[in-house]
């Protein structure tokens, strides 16, 4: 009966390794929200006391009831679903452009290498320094910052992508074509299931940077938006305004991450 016992005691080691695990899960959130509500209580202690100058930094009280005053008039949900709606927008374009984009150069090697140098400098280039361009071009409306959205993305994402592609094992992809695969199959079967992690990373890194190219082009031409708002509240000393906007990005920019981390769990657990 010596297996029963070791198989009994393998059983409490998993068992003493899995609570290890979930205990330090619990600890690790914990501490998260101990450290954010622990700034905030910071910051409105400082504002309290002096410590910082409240009109110019603000304080979470203050933000709180800004945020409710505008809230009842309905004038902030306008400016955060603009703003959500461009990032939204510019993401999904900025990832399925740059992904079909990788597709396309991953085929013709040829185009891939004619088009290398290129990608290269568009992907150094600060893609802000772009968007008076862009506006110049598609004019001072929503399509612009759209526009401006997609541009900061795409190049990340065709890059990032290709490189996915051009990285998978050459022996899985002989053996396909040894069984008379065509190209199109190597992709479906082998290419793009291989890098299905590699999208997700992508789509991961888009997040911040569609957030990044609708701020810069709210910044410059909208007239409603969360970027709006920053620039306005900056203009009529409404820094209230200013903070709240901020934190709002920031509150929206993490539950989109969340959402792609949600999605990979369930494309991996899929792949297992």
């Known amino acids: 009966m010596w297996y029963k ?18 205990k330090r899960k619990h600890a690790v959130h914990t501490i998260q929200w101990v450290l954010l509500v622990g700034f ?16 110019i930094f603000s304080q979470p009280t203050r933000m709180l009831n800004a945020g409710i005053q505008m809230g009842k ?3 902030l949900w306008t400016h955060i679903g603009t703003t959500l709606w461009e990032t939204v927008a510019g993401f999904v374009l ?21 088009a290398e140098p290129y990608l290269v400098v568009l992907n150094s280039l600060p893609k802000t320094a772009l968007a008076p361009i862009i506006i110049v071009w598609l004019g001072n409306n929503q399509t612009s910052i759209i526009a401006v959205a997609l541009l900061t993305s795409v190049i990340v994402t065709v890059m990032s ?14 053996l396909i074509q040894i069984f008379g695969g065509t190209k199109a199959q190597v992709l479906k079967k082998v290419v793009f299931p291989a890098n299905i992690p590699c999208i997700l990373n992508a789509l991961k890194i888009n997040v911040g940077l569609s957030f990044v190219g609708v ?7 909208a007239q409603s938006g969360l970027g709006f708002l920053i620039v306005y509240g900056s203009q009529v000393f409404k820094l209230d305004w200013v903070m709240l906007s901020v934190i709002i990005l920031a509150i929206l920019a993490a539950l989109m991450y969340q959402g792609i981390a949600f999605l990979e769990k369930k494309c991996l657990k899929w792949q297992q």
Do not use: C, H
């Not at 905030?40 to 009109?55: G, N």
């Not at 992508?161 to 002989?174: M, P, R, S, Y």
């Open 5 to 22: 016992k070791e198989i009994k005691s393998v059983s409490k080691e998993q068992t003493a390794f899995l609570n290890r695990l979930r």
């Open 161 to 174: 992508v290709l490189n996915g592609f051009l990285q998978v094992d050459n022996e899985k992809i002989k």
């Open 94 to 114: 900025g990832t399925l452009i740059g992904t079909l984009t990788a597709i396309l150069l991953w085929w013709n090697r040829f185009v891939s290498n004619v």
């Open 73 to 75: 008039d309905g004038s």
């Open 215 to 221: 701020i810069v082009g709210e910044f410059l031409v």
């Open 40 to 55: 905030f209580l910071l910051w409105e202690t400082a504002a309290r006391f002096d410590w910082i100058d409240p009109f």
